[in-house]
């Protein structure tokens, strides 16, 4: 079992960038693949970054490509994602997952999550 909890989330004004961390404890982290869902309201949850457990292969959903970037920290079990040029649609509870493979976080979802945090973009 691993334990996953995020931080960073709050309300930044469109154009602007915002940074969220996950910190993982229970089970070796680097055995996991880490990753980044997003949850607005009414939305289904939809899949937004994921990284292998050594950070060498690296997935983004096209929404976000180009203006997030997922990044871990193996000797701090902490998964990070720092968004820019935020826009208002890019609201939403995000959501650390953990899982196998990267590419299994990408195409399946995940066994692992977190309670999410709250971002706001305001227009």
């Known amino acids: 079992q691993v334990q996953l909890v995020e931080s960073g989330g709050g309300l930044v004004q469109a154009g602007g960038s915002l940074s969220v961390s996950c910190a993982a404890s229970?089970?070796?982290?680097?055995?996991?693949?880490m990753g980044w869902f997003r949850q607005a309201p009414g939305k289904e949850r939809e899949f937004v970054a994921a990284?292998?457990?050594?950070?060498?292969?690296?997935y983004y959903a096209d929404s976000v490509k180009g203006r997030f970037t997922i990044s871990r920290d193996n000797a701090k079990n902490t998964v990070y994602l720092q968004m820019n040029s935020l826009k208002p649609e890019d609201t939403a509870v995000y959501l650390c997952?953990?899982?196998?493979?990267?590419?299994?976080?990408?195409?399946?979802?995940?066994?692992?999550w977190g309670q999410g945090t709250q971002v706001t973009v305001s227009s």
């Open positions: 990284i292998s457990r050594g950070g060498g292969i690296i």
């Open positions: 229970g089970r070796t982290f680097s055995n996991y693949a």
């Open positions: 997952a953990a899982e196998t493979t990267a590419q299994a976080i990408r195409d399946k979802g995940a066994n692992y």
